[in-house]
């Protein structure tokens, strides 16, 4: 399929964080391989003025998703710790949009629309169409994703900028995603001229 950013698009970047790269506290294993399409991708929208919002995991130190209060999880993307920062190879323009999430301590949040602004954000801004990457494509790229089609947005999710934890998870997320209404797409479908 090819398809052009048009119709008010907005890239949207999840957790592009160190803690979920490669070395990071909860890794997803080639997770930075989702750096340079999207780098890519925010070239193409600077140079067009489209909108650019990153997502951030941004939990308090003690936050409830933590092995320590019982969750699942190993402490990662703590609030000012140096796993929360986005990858250093990430281009974050200036004048991009950052969100932060699952920064209450005693609930936790996936998708980037829980708790947040970003769905003011977008309305604002007249945006129609989301262009999706980052990780874990079956965590917080799934909710998100499904959140962004809930609230009547057309998502394309760029398949070649979206790295998942466990393979068959991946997949099967990527299934309901479509399912719901996304729609996968390649860079290479994207037209940049
Ligand atoms: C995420 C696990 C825990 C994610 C966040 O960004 O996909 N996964 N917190
Ligand atoms: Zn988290």
């Known amino acids: ?41 925010v070239s193409h929208f600077e140079r067009k003025g ?4 990153l997502t951030r995991d941004w939990h308090p130190p003690d936050h409830v998703s933590f092995r320590q209060r019982g969750g699942p999880w190993p402490p990662h993307c703590v609030q000012g710790s140096e796993g929360a920062e986005f990858h250093p190879d990430l281009r974050v323009p200036m004048n991009a949009i950052i969100v932060s999430k699952a920064t209450d301590r005693d609930r936790d949040a996936y998708s980037g629309f829980q708790g947040t602004d970003l769905e003011r954000t977008l309305r604002a801004r007249g945006v129609r169409r989301l262009f999706v990457g980052g990780v874990a494509t079956e965590y917080c790229v799934r909710a998100t994703v499904l959140d962004a089609l809930g609230l009547g947005f057309e998502v394309f999710v760029v ?15 990527k299934e309901e995603m479509v399912r719901e209404g996304a729609v996968l797409v390649r860079l290479d479908e994207i037209m940049m001229e």
């Open 159 to 173: 398949e070649d900028a979206i790295r998942g934890i466990r393979p068959e998870d991946e997949e099967r997320a």
């Open 50 to 53: 489209f909108p650019i919002v």
């Open 1 to 41: 399929m090819r398809v052009a950013p048009v119709r008010n698009p907005v890239l949207l970047i999840v957790d592009v964080q160190g803690d979920f790269m490669p070395g990071g506290a909860l890794p997803v294993p080639k997770g930075d391989e989702v750096i340079s399409p999207l780098n890519t991708l």
